[in-house]
Structures are given as structure tokens and as C-alpha cells.
């Protein structure tokens, strides 16, 4: 773990994104990522192992939990082959990390309408609507 930096210190990052994780692709993803881990362990690459990992979006393809776990596989992966925990990576969600069967019609027709400030209303009280709201998120949060 490297997370004491000094201000002069160079930060090295790995943007990762659209892993699409789901059964059935498995034989053409699998070479790909079986490079990165690779080339991330090799020694002669140590200098350039990064401090953080970010993910953004579209770890899974369709929002369901099966595909969760073997996105998060990979990223177990990456993690231990950069020697991070956890804690060093940072994860934003995707179209496709939303579970479609969870959409609440009415939450998404008021989303569409609703002005900026209602929308920073809700998210700052926090509570049932909020997770009205977010439960189509479920399977990324767990």
C-alpha cells in the first residue's frame, strides 16, 4: 500500500472502464485481461504499477449480480497484482451497472422533469426516495 504521497510526488493512475462483465464473453475478455494482469506483474514494469485504480462504468452489462462477481474478479486482480487494497480504488457506475428490471417508471418520468435544485433536494435528505431512486443500483452497491 502507497498511500502516504508527498506533495511532489507523482500520482500514477489506472482508468479502467467497460469490462461489460457477463457470461458468454468470457473467451475473447479473458486475453485481454490476462495481459493487463501480466504486464502488471511483471517486475521490469514495477516503477509504473499505479497508486489508484479508477474504475468508470460498466463493470457488469446488464446490472445483475452474477455479472458483479465476476467484475469483481477481475478487479480483485488488478488490485493484487498493482499491490492495493480496496481502498485505492475508486468506482463511478455506468448505464450498464443499472439493473433495467428495477426502474421505477414514475421515479424516471419525475427525474426527467424535475428542475436541478428538487433533484439536489432529494439526494441531500437522503431516505426512502433516495433509495426509491437508487435501488435500480442495488446489485453495484452490495
Known sequence: MRYALRMDE???LLHLSDLHARE??????NRVRQ???E????PARADLRPDLVLFTGDLAWAG???QFERG???LDAVLKACDLDR??????????????SKINMFVRDWLAQADHAKVEDLIQAGGDNWLLLTQR???YRA
Request: glycine share 6%; proline share 5%.
Open 10 to 12: 507523482t500520482i500514477r
Open 39 to 42: 504486464d502488471l506483474n511483471d
Open 24 to 29: 458468454g464473453t468470457a473467451w475473447d475478455a
Open 87 to 100: 481502498e485505492a480504488l475508486f468506482l463511478v457506475p455506468g448505464n450498464h451497472d443499472v439493473d433495467r
Open 137 to 139: 443500483l442495488d446489485a
Open 64 to 66: 445483475k449480480p452474477e
Open 72 to 74: 469483481w474478479t477481475f
Open 35 to 37: 495481459t493487463l494482469i
